[in-house]
């Protein structure tokens, strides 16, 4: 018998070792210790055999079995596959995502974690003074003890600390406490529920009532307690002794959220977010794993994750683009959970006010069934739209004074405001005034932004950063000024403006840590007034019931995108940005600056709101063939030299259409350079595939992945294949 075994190595395949003398039968599912050329990895058993293709001289056998036990299923296995097949990806570096970052990397984390508690000869008093940390350690494991090594990292205590307690023989490791695993029947809501409206209570007996594979699309309003109703539904799975998945959007998992199935269900809830060491990841991934955790709350990595019980999935936020992932193995989590939810025949909610025009699609056609919330849940009232024509207005800092002013009402009333502005920085470039030359990236087709805080020009494609130049490099002239405005300068500006009013700037500069974001968000819900000016980070997963006016800066900037999504992303952003106002009893009014008034799809969303846009759009989608009417695939290559990733996908469109025949093949274009073309030094270029059915882009990418992987030529340019994209760049 022979082993095959996925690795994590950039070839589609799978590579055969030999079973050592004396070693077990290994188990598929358990990973693997091989000598690959000069390197040790580690690998996923694939499956078993008895024959292979190497010489039995080439035939190495194992180092070593790293695992008795699988780790992962034959199901779980068999979804890596579909996955890598489908998104053309190589098997054993898809294969690998199976496992958490640890299983990758260390040989033996499979140990129960290492728990710690005081010895017997344990006294604070003799610790000296000065070592506080070493004392603050002391009291939190007599509080906690047996407390684990992860959770005293989590506190924050290094491992130095705890190695002085080790080491003056203070602490000692003791035995694992016993694992609480409720019971199966045991998990009931741990209190009651709201009291459900009738479009509620209509979509939880739907989904109670689902049996196998069923998908749900439920579509409700901001607002319109979705959440409410997934809480609800889970109750038979999880009473049935289930486990349930809930994957959302990375900024949708906040504390909040957990903080609402903690407060409703008696049972251990994983939730996996970004801020997990690997430690703390890899114990979640075993809870899962064992079944000791019975509710997942995940961003779209958790989709790989072993259930060992798995009943219902959840995908809140269902057309948020970051369950894409946009490097490297290019899954969508949502068509995955599908994947899944079809092999393990369970149901599988799909929750949006803003859904996909593929998932509304899908309902058209009878694939998805549909559920909707129109009514906002308790007292809320849906907020009033307008579009405020700037045409010819002259704007203060890119706000027009009919905004200042409305800002200045809402605030006397004591209310709050959302600017929302998808721009961070002061501004977007620096302009010479002599001669109009801007600041350009030296790495990047791009202008660098200007930012004050602290002052720097900061190129936002590839993170390099300079300092503000004096003059100008094309004239000299020391006539530099911002051109454009970012979050920093219109929180600037309102707070000339508004000098009593607290102003809060909410992006990725202001809010480093998740911790500073959540204390600002306590701080906002505090219910002050205040102006809370900000990027996206503001559209997802919270609530403000104070605010009642959201002002939306740069309506424009996505009203005409080349890409094909860039229309329905925009009507996305500005429905969720529009959905923090007014959601508690004081009634919400959005204001959109916009120089095209009479844009039809703009007056069709604010005027008849998301879902009638959608359609509309989705007649033309058909009309013009593209998706969710037609599947796209891009390749996209990107080397040193200028050139040399289109003359690569040119030989590659090249050998295709020497091959197969025009009908055989799905609509190509390109290559062309990208939309940027220079980013971070390498010059990108793209092949665009357009097809009427799925089996023709699978079957001309399996054929173009093939050859990219043994032309010579390819190993000069990097390239990557990207099935479904969510944007054409
Ligand atoms: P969504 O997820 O659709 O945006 P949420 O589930 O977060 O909405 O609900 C919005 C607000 O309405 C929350 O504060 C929630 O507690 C409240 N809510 C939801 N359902 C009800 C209900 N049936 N009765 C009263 N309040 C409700
Ligand atoms: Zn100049
Ligand atoms: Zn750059």
């Not at 050329?37 to 008895?50: E, K, T, V, W």
């Not at 350009?440 to 020009?457: E, G, Q, S, V, Y």
């Not at 959109?592 to 959608?614: E, K, M």
């Not at 759009?617 to 080397?639: G, T």
Request: proline share 6%; hydrophobic share 40%; with cysteine.
């Amino acid at each position: 018998m022979i082993v095959r075994v996925a690795l994590p190595v950039p070839l589609n395949r799978l590579f055969d070792y030999a079973i050592p003398q004396g070693v077990a039968m290994p188990s598929v599912g358990a990973r693997v210790l091989v000598e690959f050329g000069q390197r040790h990895l580690i690998g996923i058993i694939h499956s078993l055999s008895d024959q292979t293709d190497v010489p039995s001289n080439k035939l190495k056998p194992f180092e070593a079995l790293l695992d008795k036990e699988p780790l992962v299923d034959s199901e779980q296995i068999k979804l890596g596959e579909w996955a890598a097949s489908y998104y053309k990806y190589p098997l054993g570096d898809a294969l690998i995502h199976l496992l958490p970052n640890l299983a990758r990397k260390e040989q033996q984390p499979f140990s129960e974690p290492d728990y710690w508690q005081l010895t017997n000869a344990a006294d604070i008093e003799s610790l000296p003074k000065r070592a506080v940390k070493q004392r603050a350690l002391f009291t939190l494991i007599g509080a906690q003890q047996p407390i684990s090594t992860s959770a005293i990292r989590e506190a924050e205590f290094t491992a130095q600390v705890q190695k002085a307690l080790i080491d003056t023989e203070q602490i000692e490791q003791c035995k694992a406490p016993s694992l609480a695993i409720p019971p199966i029947d045991s998990v009931q809501p741990s209190c009651a529920g709201l009291v459900l409206n009738d479009e509620q209570q209509r979509a939880v007996d739907r989904i109670k009532q689902s049996e196998g594979f069923d998908p749900i699309l439920l579509v409700g309003v901001t607002g319109s307690g979705k959440t409410e109703v997934y809480l609800q539904s889970i109750e038979q799975a999880l009473a049935d002794g289930k486990q349930v998945l809930i994957l959302v959007p990375e900024i949708g998992l906040t504390p909040q959220l957990v903080e609402r199935f903690t407060a409703r269900f008696n049972t251990n809830i994983a939730s996996l977010h970004s801020g997990l060491t690997d430690r703390m990841r890899f114990d979640a991934w075993q809870s899962i794993r064992t079944g000791q955790s019975r509710i997942v709350i995940g961003t779209r990595s958790a989709i790989f994750i072993p259930f060992s019980n798995l009943g219902m999935i959840v995908i809140d936020e269902e057309h948020d683009a970051s369950f894409k992932q946009q490097e490297g193995f290019r899954y969508h989590a949502r068509d995955l959970a599908l994947v899944r939810a079809k092999q393990l025949n369970i149901p599988v909610i799909m929750g949006s006010a803003t859904p996909a025009l593929e998932s509304l699609l899908n309902v058209q056609q009878g694939r998805f069934q549909e559920l909707q919330l129109t009514q906002r849940a308790g007292q809320a009232a849906a907020p009033t739209f307008e579009l405020l024509d700037i045409k010819g207005v002259e704007l203060d800092t890119g706000l027009a004074p009919d905004i200042i002013s409305r800002i200045d009402d809402h605030i006397t009333l004591g209310n709050q405001v959302l600017v929302f502005i998808n721009r961070r920085g002061f501004a977007p470039t620096l302009t010479c005034q002599d001669c109009g030359s801007t600041i350009d990236c030296t790495r990047c087709d791009a202008r660098m932004t200007l930012h004050r805080k602290p002052p720097k020009l900061h190129c936002h494609h590839c993170d390099r950063q300079t300092p503000i130049p004096r003059h100008c490099q094309n004239c000299g002239s020391d006539q530099l000024r911002p051109a454009g405005s970012g979050t920093e300068r219109i929180e600037q500006r309102l707070s000339e403006r508004f000098s009593n009013t607290n102003i809060k700037r909410v992006d990725r500069d202001s809010t480093h840590s998740r911790q500073a974001f959540e204390t600002l968000m306590n701080e906002v819900n505090s219910g002050d007034p205040c102006i809370l000016v900000g990027t996206q980070m503001l559209a997802k997963g919270h609530h403000f019931p104070n605010v009642t006016l959201v002002v939306i800066v740069n309506t424009d900037a996505g009203l005409f995108s080349a890409d094909v999504r860039g229309m329905e992303r925009t009507a996305q952003l500005i429905m969720q940005v529009a959905g923090r106002a007014g959601r508690a009893e004081r009634p919400g009014e959005v204001v959109l600056q916009t120089q095209h008034a009479d844009h039809p799809l703009l007056n069709t969303l604010v005027t008849s709101g998301y879902l009638t846009f959608a359609h509309q759009e989705l007649v033309s989608r058909k009309q013009a063939q593209l998706p969710p009417y037609a599947y796209q695939a891009i390749i996209r290559a990107e080397a040193k030299n200028q050139g040399w990733a289109e003359a690569q996908l040119t030989r590659l469109r090249g050998a295709l259409e020497s091959t197969y025949s025009q009908a055989q093949l799905p609509m190509i274009s390109g290559p062309f350079p990208s939309f940027m073309e220079k980013r971070a030094g390498m010059f990108r270029a793209q092949l665009m595939f357009t097809g009427d059915s799925r089996t023709s882009i699978q079957g001309t990418l399996k054929a173009a992945q093939n050859w990219l992987e043994k032309d010579k030529e390819s190993s000069r340019v990097r390239w990557n294949i990207d099935i479904d994209p969510v944007d054409s760049f």
